[in-house]
């Protein structure tokens, strides 16, 4: 069934009886010809290209769990290419111009709301870092717009921009950045793969990966064995689990991030705004609260919670650059598992193992790369070559000293 505003009227009618569901249910087949393990954003986003764009449709996706219950359905939904590095720069944007014609390319609602993305500085250094940044977007095509402090108080009145120790000089605006509901992008690419004859199997746990004369052939599931043309991993915060399983050490660890959500508000903040002096972002839901967000919590963890030191951490900073925050309840948290990178840019890549492919290293740009990392990991699959925009995401790359370091923080995970 196609959505649409006839089909909504006409449902209406009939008493909404004649909705079908959104996506099969369906048992494994024998063997396919790509299987992908990882049900979230990546990996059901790399099954949809796969069977869009390049016409493999025997595809299998492998969720442990149910849809959108790890960092697809777990993070502060916001989207943004304002890159510096060239390795980044034109994959971030590649994923841009995906989102803009995401919902009407697999024809369900998910929320696009390009409202812009604000990093603000707070010192003569960081404001020349941020001309150069912007210079580069501009360069690449990108849109930025540097703002001085008086053009930053009016759209933002209510920020503190005489703190004492973080005076408000200016901000970086990207005004296609913006937000997206984010379980609804899960749900939008698995019912678009779905119906494109995509496999889409919940509760169905890899335990093990089968190898034969070096060459993977397939995954023993909690639902019996699973034959592989190839196989691709896009298990995020589970990577090194999952490339366990076949003796393959990756370079990333595991660390907690808290996302955070207050009570319902009247509408104050039109966009997303990040803290310069300080790891923090904030935007406000359709709903009225706001969405916010600071570093890892620093110690390696597969748990999908975080600690009291982290929330303090961010709800410091927040109050640091918006005072009126600390009248503001929190409602919820709840934490995603990323799997840092050693220069905080993702792999995308074969393994040294025939037929094994991997997708990993996230950090915290997941989410906004849902659609460049699905489509140029199925060109990957279905070319057996890199796409352009994703040639420098190497996972050789540490080995051979060609690491993409967009903060220019060093070889160490927990400080990107």
Known sequence: MRYSALSVFLNGLRGNTRWTPAWRDPAPQPRYDVVIVGGGGHGLATAYYLAKTFGIRNVAVLEKGWLGSGNIGRNTTIIRSNYLLPGNNPFYELSMKLWEGLEQDFNYNAMVSQRGVLNLFHSDAQRDAYTRRGNAMRLHGVDAELLDAEAVRAKLPFLDFHNARFPIKGGLLQPRGGTVRHDAVAWGYARGADTLGVDVIQNCEVTSIRRENGRVVGVETSKGFIGAGKLALATAGHSSRTAAMVDMVLPLESHVLQAFVSEGLKPFIDGVVTFGAGHFYVSQSDKGGLVFGGDIDGYNSYAQRGNLATVEHVAEAGVAMIPALSRVRMLRSWGGVMDMSMDGSPIIDRTPIDNLYLNAGWCYGGFKATPASGFCFAHLIAKGEPHETARAFRL?????????????????????
């Open 396 to 416: 050789d790359r540490f080995r051979r000293g060609y690491a993409i370091d967009e903060k220019g923080q060093g070889a160490q995970p927990n400080l990107h």
